[in-house]
């Protein structure tokens, strides 16, 4: 794994994203840099689980941090079964050309448990040479 991307397994859930900057849509000379980033979830667990919700923390390269928190990804609150796994893209758009983000998945399994998935620090970077494969 690149050192840009992230990968972690949080109670039998595996959140892997792969970040990349969109070169094609930011403008450097106005302070508009635009990432795009591909999260894979997997479920490893031995039940189902509901997104319920998501949080981000976002830190431009000054230190600025920027949360953002709402229900599901994409305008979806997906279900997925065990062993499958669900996969998204969606952006950012910092006005620095490195920043980071982290945050975390609220999910709910099928017995009514809530759990906390942590999706690990992954990084944006103008300079950054990533292959999404």
């Known amino acids: 794994m690149d050192f840009i991307s992230s990968?972690?397994?949080?109670?039998?859930?595996?959140?892997?994203?792969?970040?990349?900057?969109?070169a094609d849509h930011s403008s450097p000379e106005q302070n508009r840099y635009l990432f795009s980033y591909h999260i894979i979830i997997h479920n490893e667990s031995e039940v189902n689980v509901t997104l319920k919700s998501r949080?981000?923390?976002?830190?431009?390269?000054?230190?600025?941090?920027?949360?953002?928190r709402g229900s599901g990804v994409v305008g979806e609150t997906p279900t997925i079964t065990p062993g499958e796994f669900y996969e998204y893209d969606s952006f950012s758009i910092l006005d620095t050309p490195f920043g980071t983000m982290e945050g975390y998945y609220i999910f709910e399994r099928d017995d009514g448990d809530i759990i906390k998935v942590e999706v690990k620090r992954f990084y944006l970077a103008t300079n950054a040479d990533v292959s999404l494969t």
Do not use: F
């Open 7 to 22: 990968e972690v397994v949080t109670e039998g859930i595996r959140v892997r994203a792969l970040p990349a900057y969109q």
């Open 55 to 68: 949080y981000w923390k976002i830190i431009n390269a000054e230190g600025d941090e920027h949360e953002v």
